[in-house]
């Protein structure tokens, strides 16, 4: 399994920036896909989760109505939409996957959001 962030990088306050999470070695349809994030001194939560066919999602109160989760499948790869963003949003971001009892996690995307 590899999983693969990129898109992160340093916005203003208020601006937007979209990750992707490209993911190979397991049968990616089948699987929920999950981004979570973790800032300096604060544990790792989960900002969104998607269905394995993308009909469901849901997201932590902290993002709603400003992040959206979506995948495509026939790419292998899951998106996280940022809009508004605000300096609290400030930390990195990692793609995950549940999978047999086992989690596995990309290296992680750096979001910074400040003026």
């Known amino acids: 399994v590899q999983l693969v962030e990129s898109g992160g990088g340093l916005v203003q306050p208020g601006g937007s920036l979209r990750l992707s999470c490209a993911a190979s070695?397991?049968?990616?349809?089948?699987?929920?896909m999950m981004w979570y994030r973790q800032a300096p001194g604060k544990e790792r939560e989960r900002v969104a989760r998607?269905?394995?066919?993308?009909?469901?999602?849901n997201y932590a109160d902290s993002v709603k109505g400003r992040f959206t989760i979506s995948r495509d499948n026939a790419k292998n790869t899951v998106y996280l939409q940022m809009n508004s963003l605000k300096p609290e949003d400030t930390a990195v971001y990692y793609c995950?996957?549940?999978?047999?009892?086992?989690?596995?996690w990309g290296q992680g995307t750096q979001v910074t959001v400040s003026s």
């Open positions: 998607i269905s394995n066919l993308g009909a469901y999602t």
């Open positions: 070695g397991f049968t990616f349809s089948s699987y929920a």
């Open positions: 995950n996957l549940g999978m047999e009892s086992k989690n596995y």
